[in-house]
Each structure stands twice: as structure tokens, then as C-alpha cells.
């Protein structure tokens, strides 16, 4: 598997408090992303980052903020959880470009907010 | 703008029966396309990739740039096969974004 963690892998939380989910990879991929994965949904993107410092919005990123300060890590900030925020969260890495590219992925943390 | 549709959420067949997962992507331009698949509580991992042109687990997979799909086929399901399958349209030219599709639940009964 490629070196990527992401945590904490469980987390339950009160509505209204900030959560901050954090990916760490040990493999210095350029590209990171977030997901959440919901029923009927599929995966879809919140937020992702294509260098240190350098983010963009996906296509669900309200009440998601994101910070990349390190190649390593890209944390995931809900800044004041609800229960519409809960699901299951992906983080992926990649290095588009290189050949046989493809993206690796974390094995996701689960987040309930009561 | 980039788009994968997966119009089935859910496929059930019988092993031994072929399988065919539908996807269809618009892109413009000439889209790198990937299937992934999600086993029960496992982090998603690429099936196959189509510049690849390569048979995994007895999965193929051919773009078809007339019908804009990448639809996912195999002759005979096994009851491993049952997962989650998710069509994914990696950056271009224009987006550094990996867009996935809905994905489609496969179940196959013994």
C-alpha cells in the first residue's frame, strides 16, 4: 500500500464543534484530495491541493475549509459540524504526470456528529 | 465541465452470468478513464486503467470515444467480485480535479 494515513479512523462528534481530519502521506505526491463517500452519492470532492499552500474547492466544499503548509499533510477543517456532515471521508494522493500515474487512497475515517 | 455518469446503482447477478457496469464521461479532449473498486471496508483501489489496455481479475474495459463509455465488462461473475465500482476521470488539460462517478454496487449470488 502506498504511504498514506489518514486520521483519526473513527470519530464521533457534537453538532456545532469544529472537526479537523488530518491525511498524511510519506510518498511526496503533489496532488491531494478530499472525498466523502455517502449512499447514492459516490465520492465526491470537498476540496483538493496541488502543492504546499496551493488548494481548490471541489464540488461539496461548504462548511469544509483545508490547509496544506507541508507536502506531507493536508488536513480537513469542519469548521462547526452537522449531522448532514456525516459520512465516511476519503483522502487520496497522486503525482499526475509521472507514467502508470494513478491516485492511492487512504482508508478513510468514519465521522458521526450527533 | 468534466462529468462521469454511472447510470446503475446497483447490479446483481448470478455467478458464472457476465457483467457489464456502465459509464459514460464527458471530457473535452481525449480523457484517460479508470475503474476503481471498493471492497466491503476497504479504501478504494484501481481496477484498471484504459491507456493500460490490460485484463485485471477477468475485467476489461474499452473507451469508446464514439459513445463517450468506458463501460466495464466481465464474461463470468464471482462471488469475490461482489463491491463497489466507481468510475473515475482524472485531471486534463484544463483541471487538476479527479472526478468519480456515483459508482455502482455489484452483488453476485452463488
Known amino acids: 500500500d502506498a504511504g498514506i494515513t489518514q486520521s483519526p479512523r473513527h470519530k464521533v462528534t457534537e453538532t456545532g464543534t469544529p472537526v479537523t481530519l488530518r491525511c498524511h502521506q510519506t510518498?511526496?505526491?503533489?496532488?491531494m484530495y478530499w472525498y466523502r463517500q455517502d449512499p447514492g452519492h459516490g465520492l465526491r470532492l470537498i476540496h483538493y491541493?496541488?502543492?504546499?499552500?496551493?488548494?481548490d474547492k471541489g464540488e461539496v466544499s461548504d462548511g469544509y475549509s483545508v490547509s496544506r503548509s507541508k507536502t506531507e499533510d493536508f488536513l480537513l477543517t469542519l469548521e462547526s459540524a452537522t449531522s448532514s456532515q456525516t459520512s465516511v471521508y476519503f483522502c487520496?494522493?497522486?503525482?499526475?504526470?509521472?507514467?502508470?500515474?494513478?491516485?492511492?487512497f487512504g482508508q478513510g475515517t468514519r465521522l458521526t456528529v450527533v | 465541465a468534466q462529468r462521469v455518469t454511472q447510470p446503475e446503482k446497483l447490479l446483481s447477478v448470478f455467478k458464472g452470468a457476465p457483467v457489464e457496469l456502465k459509464c459514460n464521461y464527458s471530457?473535452?479532449?481525449?480523457?484517460?478513464l479508470f475503474w476503481y473498486v471498493q471492497y466491503s471496508r476497504q479504501r478504494l483501489q484501481l481496477l484498471l486503467r484504459h491507456i493500460s489496455r490490460e485484463s485485471i481479475k477477468g475485467f476489461t474495459a474499452d473507451l469508446n470515444k464514439g459513445e463517450t463509455s468506458f463501460h466495464l465488462k466481465k464474461p463470468f461473475a464471482q462471488e469475490e467480485d461482489s463491491a463497489m465500482y466507481y468510475c473515475?476521470?482524472?485531471?486534463?488539460?484544463?483541471?487538476?480535479?479527479?472526478?468519480f462517478g456515483t459508482g455502482t454496487r455489484l452483488q453476485v449470488f452463488p
Open positions: 510518498e511526496n505526491h503533489r496532488y
Open positions: 471530457y473535452s479532449g481525449s480523457p484517460e
Open positions: 487520496a494522493i497522486s503525482e499526475w504526470g509521472a507514467s502508470n500515474t494513478e491516485a492511492f
Open positions: 491541493s496541488y502543492g504546499v499552500k496551493d488548494t
Open positions: 473515475a476521470l482524472p485531471p486534463g488539460s484544463n483541471t487538476d480535479k479527479l472526478i
